[in-house]
């Protein structure tokens, strides 16, 4: 069974500091691996997307990286800013066009 | 294009009554997907489409749920005789292609069911 999990479950942390989201698969099969965030009672928005040939993925201060042979994949957020808080969310992508999701890793960057 | 819109944003319905939810995708994406999404979880697989064909159901699909998508253009799911269990965010995406693209997800329809 595909399985996504997320650790740690929340996180708070002071304005400014650098900080790692971790998101881990069981299938190793991945195709591609997908980070989200997540705003209270809204939709997904789409941070950055790694293909499977791909380590890792840069989109501002935003790093993300994918080890398909751990099972692991690492959200690098540098700088954090209060505008950060939100939830996040993994999902791994597999053969079928289905995205498995994590439950998310729910942050509050305080000022 | 305006991305993945769906309505309505909200939905509260007696026990019982039918619901019926709309997804507009992003324009020439052929991939639409729905999930379903409870508090404090992350969102569950529903089912997706390839165009018009209907190419995948979850076991979480009951026979009280059913998807469409006409003409390959913008989808809808119905659910009947709404139970409590039922009340979720249901979300939609779409992609462009097979293989390696990015899912983009709408605001997502919030439904009560009371």
């Known amino acids: 069974k595909q399985e996504v999990t997320q650790i740690p479950a929340a996180l708070s942390v002071p304005e400014g500091e650098n900080l790692v989201l971790n998101c881990s698969f069981t299938?190793?099969?991945?195709?591609?691996l997908q980070w989200f965030r997540q705003d209270p009672g809204k939709g997904l928005t789409s941070l950055l997307l790694?293909?499977?040939?791909?380590r890792e993925q840069t989109s501002g201060r935003l790093n993300a990286s994918l080890d398909k042979s751990s099972g692991r994949s690492t959200l690098y957020i540098a700088a954090s800013q209060p505008g950060d808080s939100a939830t996040y969310l993994c999902?791994?992508?597999?053969?079928?066009?289905?995205?498995?999701f994590g439950p998310g890793t729910r942050l509050s960057v305080l000022p | 294009d305006t991305g993945v819109s769906q309505n309505p944003r909200h939905k509260i319905t007696k026990r019982g009554q039918n619901v019926t939810f709309r997804c507009d995708p992003i324009s020439e994406h052929n991939r639409l997907y729905w999930y379903r999404q409870t508090l404090g979880q992350g969102p569950e697989f529903l089912t997706y489409?390839?165009?018009?064909?209907?190419?995948?159901k979850s076991r979480l699909l009951s026979d009280r749920f059913s998807a469409e998508r006409p003409k390959g253009s913008f989808s809808t799911l119905e659910i009947q005789r709404t139970e409590q269990g039922d009340s979720a965010m249901y979300l939609c995406?779409?992609?462009?292609?097979?293989?390696?693209?990015?899912?983009?997800f709408g605001q997502g329809t919030r439904l009560t069911v009371v």
């Open positions: 299938d190793s099969a991945i195709y591609n």
């Open positions: 489409f390839q165009n018009e064909a209907q190419l995948e």
């Open positions: 995406a779409s992609s462009p292609s097979t293989g390696g693209t990015e899912a983009f």
């Open positions: 790694i293909q499977s040939s791909q």
């Open positions: 999902a791994g992508v597999y053969y079928g066009q289905n995205f498995v």
